[in-house]
């Protein structure tokens, strides 16, 4: 374990090639990581992580804390961002809460998330994906996260809520400008995609229809009661900043590290049966589409592998170090397509207990979908630009993301 305070970037946490010196301070170090002021606990290996997860003592909700001064870390990264306070509400009660509280809203938005409900996307979303294909490869050339990942992930959410189809490149262009952190474009963002959920909940309060809004306004959960407004709302940002930005530059990533990887592309094309049992399994333990879990806080004073964590501290769980631990993983820097994980997810991609991720099946099924339709069916992807050369965003105090993958055709 490790005390004293050190900085990492976002690309650092984003890059586990970079964890052997951290792993050298041990499992757990106190560290700023850029974009948010306040000191946290970094967990960098897998089993740690894990128990973290799982641990009662470790809160996703700060205002429950007792005592507590100052805002959380998620406050504080809303509040980098320029948010007026009053919109804080609708960015945490599912994320965000513990208990009673998260199993009835957990329980609300599962309703929706059924294995039925996503393998009837499936259909939807091999003909979104095929139908962009014959577009941008007619073109010869496109950006893969703008022109492919954020347009089906955007499908996906979309169907799955039945929004309007004229109403998607606004959702869209309003989770780009989320992405931004940029104020002056974060704020307009946040208060057009509130509006419209507000107008979208009463048109189907008067018109219910066979989809995720119209389930969540059903009596349900343990309680059997109804939902607020303002708790529906967040489901819906929920679903929309982490439903369609997170998968967008995840399968950009994951395409990028096949092409990355011709060896083991041509393993997968030579056994396609691969993709869904091993493939994509272990593209999301290699690449992981959230390098970070969302911040947890201590409920009480106690030790934790050697570190002394205070009531209040904030732990922020390395998803992708996890999933490159060696202590786990056998060569955890090598990509294996044929790699066993053995039972269970096997990684901590989608996190893991009682917050672990509800589009799981769904970004799973993403990824199939896009893996098969632009490199297994069709084969003339290749990138435009050296693997240098590419963009990366920070997410302030979460990682970085890769910003746009120019390919040819």
Known sequence: MSEQISRLTNATVSNPAEYGPLREQGPVLRTVIDGVER????ISDYEECKEALNDPRFIRDASKLAGREGPGLAEQMLGGAGLPEE????????SLSDGEEHTRLRNAVARAFTARRVNALRPHLERTASDLYAALSAKKEADLVAELGYPLATAAICELMDIEEADRPQL??????????????????VRGIVEYYKDLIARRRAEPTD?????LLKPGGIHHDLLAEDAIISIFM???????????????????TLLSHPDELAVLRGRPELLARRAVPELLRYTTSAPTGGPLHAAEDFEFHGCPVKQGDAVVPSLIGSNHDPKRFSEPQRLDLTRDLGTGVGHLAFGSGAHYCTGAALAQLETEVVIDTFLLKNRTVELAVEPDEL?????PGKGAALAGLPVRF
């Not at 000191?39 to 970094?42: D, G, K, S, T």
């Open 172 to 189: 869209q262009s309003w989770v780009l400008e989320l992405l931004s952190y940029d104020p002056e474009l974060f704020v307009p963002a």
């Open 391 to 395: 963009p990366y965003v920070d997410i």
């Open 211 to 215: 989809d995720l809004v119209s389930e």
């Open 39 to 42: 000191p946290v606990w970094f």
């Open 87 to 94: 919109y804080f509400t609708y960015f945490g009660n599912l």
């Open 238 to 256: 929920l679903l929309t900043s982490t439903g369609i930005a997170p998968p967008a530059h995840f399968l950009g990533q994951a395409v990028l």
